[in-house]
């Protein structure tokens, strides 16, 4: 096998592939970073409705460089536009929508995902998001919980284990995880892989996965845009 980091699908890519499992019409959190980039990759078609926990609801498409308007921001302070049918309301208001059950995804980055679908996304180290923040309410609020991540940490190790050792933001709360090598749910306490990009075997993704991967039919190949790595 080559290095990981010669193979491994880009951010961009993650983010498209995780972007095709969005219904028409869902109501979506994206959280800060990473999992923000879903937004540009919605499948011809289909349009989804997002959600930013400080207040906005259907807002439309980053806008191009100097044409910001700071005063329309999403939650990770990145700048938004405004379109027909967009909504403003108070803070308070957004997590009772969150914590209401009317979101239908929530697209979270992570440290750690066990097994069991705990999720580890902040940390009290050093340069580690000083709170946990709105995800432990969107974790538990939304209809359904994915994860966007490298495989392994920057140092080679496995983020898919079997028990999370940093804080924990929820409980058994995600059901799919799509990674810079493959798409796994979780079921029944296990990971259950789904997809898997062609260069790498399923020895070799056993290898870098800290529990153990469980097969439920064939093993679809897990393949994005090239013009996206």
Known sequence: MSDIQDIKLSNAQIAWR???????GAYVN???GFPEMVARFQPE?????F???NGVLDFGKAPEKGEEDWDCINAGKKAITIKPGTAFFHHADSFAMVRGGHLDVAILGA?????????????TGKGGVPAVGGAMDLVHGAKRVAVLTDHVTKTGGPKLVEACTLPLTGVGC?????????VVDIEDGHFVLREKIPAISLDELQAVTGARLHLDGAVGELIAPEELA
């Open 18 to 24: 995780a972007a095709q499992d969005i219904e028409d």
């Open 30 to 32: 994206l959280g800060i």
């Open 45 to 49: 078609g289909r349009q989804a409705i």
């Open 51 to 53: 959600h930013t926990e």
């Open 111 to 123: 440290y750690e995902v066990a097994q069991s679908g705990d999720l580890a996304n902040w940390s």
């Open 174 to 182: 995600v059901t799919r995880v799509y990674t810079s090598l493959a």
